[in-house]
């Protein structure tokens, strides 16, 4: 068996961080890499579908903050849950970005809450809270502790952090719909194969991502 060392984990934190340093130290520009609909259907502007996933915004507590679940939970599902199957990990990813792309594309066509998606820009913030979302789920009876301030069980980390972003003024949209991915992707890989017998996601054959 080849040893993967959690290099997705890796790659995408190597990527972000260099994106959200390359943007605060205006190499590169921002208005580059945001998710922009139009940009990417009309102008064929397809880097953007990739790139909005990598800018985590301005280099504060927020981006440490999301730099430590990113570092932390990513790689806890790659080493652990993941481990050895470096292509289902990728394939969770690709997932999660796919329906939370799907979700901004099609919400800015309903009536009344065109306006809210089309504030989101960047799901960078959405997809790491995905991966918070699952793991707490395969871990639920995790202890975990929230700036030593009070104890909990991992099932409930998700909430705690909602909780948190809504206190400290962000937008909850964000955190929603990491948890919406997150909830999607458990429902299809866990939820439903016990019920029904039957696996709705399947990573396709590669020999050179699937490490099994």
């Not at 959200?20 to 064929?44: A, H, M, W």
């Not at 080493?79 to 979700?103: K, P, Q």
């Not at 502790?145 to 937008?171: D, I």
């Amino acid at each position: 068996m080849v040893q993967a060392d959690a290099i997705i984990t890796r790659s995408y934190l190597t990527a972000a961080v260099l994106t959200t340093v390359g943007c605060t130290l205006e190499i590169i520009s921002p208005y580059d890499l945001y998710l922009n609909p139009k940009f990417v259907l009309q102008r064929y502007e397809l880097w953007r579908l990739i790139t909005n996933f990598l800018y985590f915004r301005k280099m504060d507590l927020d981006f440490l903050f999301h730099m430590f679940f990113l570092a932390r939970y990513c790689k806890l599902l790659e080493e652990n849950s993941f481990r050895g199957r470096t292509a289902d990990f990728f394939y969770m990813l690709l997932f999660g970005a796919t329906i939370l792309t799907v979700i901004v594309f099609l919400g800015g066509m309903i009536p009344y809450v065109s306006a809210s998606f089309a504030n989101v820009l960047f799901l960078s913030n959405s997809l790491t809270f995905m991966m918070v979302y699952v793991w707490s789920k395969q871990n639920p009876f995790a202890p975990m502790s929230f700036l030593g301030l009070f104890t909990f069980t991992a099932a409930y980390l998700p909430w705690v952090l909602l909780t948190f972003s809504v206190l400290v003024g962000a937008n909850p949209w964000i955190d929603l719909l990491g948890m919406f991915a997150g909830h999607a992707y458990y429902f299809l890989e866990d939820v439903y194969p016990r019920m029904t017998g039957r696996r709705l996601l399947r990573t396709p054959p590669s020999s050179g991502l699937s490490l099994r």
